[in-house]
């Protein structure tokens, strides 16, 4: 069974930084392209970030495209997703997803994370 769990979520200060991290077990890690998606009361769930299962293509939310980075290690590291100057519109239920897809897009999420909440103050 694939599980991915989300760490790192929290409370972080309007233009401070956090990092959200996802581990998997149950999948050989590496052959995942993995994302980031985030969902906000009495909104949809959307993409923010995906990054290939070889690291070598990403794709990012025009509204956090310069502020937040996906990264990837080796084939059994954790996927980040690395919060910089967080903004008022940016805090939501933040969720890791894996996808078979060679590429970061279009991403068709096979399993997703329990999801960690992200709170930013002002």
């Known amino acids: 069974q694939v599980q991915l769990v989300e760490s790192g979520g929290g409370l972080v200060q309007a233009g401070g930084s956090l990092r959200l991290s996802c581990a998997a077990s149950?999948?050989?890690?590496?052959?995942?392209?993995m994302g980031w998606f985030r969902q906000a009361p009495g909104k949809e769930r959307e993409l923010v970030a995906a990054?290939?299962?070889?690291?070598?293509?990403?794709a990012y939310a025009d509204s956090v495209k310069g502020r937040f980075t996906i990264s990837r290690g080796n084939a059994e590291n954790p996927v980040y997703l690395q919060m910089n100057s967080p903004k008022p519109q940016d805090p939501a239920v933040y969720f890791c997803?894996?996808?078979?897809?060679?590429?970061?897009?279009?991403?068709?999420?096979?399993?997703w994370g329990q999801g960690t909440q992200v709170t930013v103050s002002s």
């Open positions: 997803a894996g996808d078979r897809s060679l590429k970061a897009t279009p991403f068709k999420t096979r399993y």
């Open positions: 149950g999948v050989t890690f590496g052959s995942l392209t």
């Open positions: 990054i290939s299962w070889s690291g070598s293509s990403t």
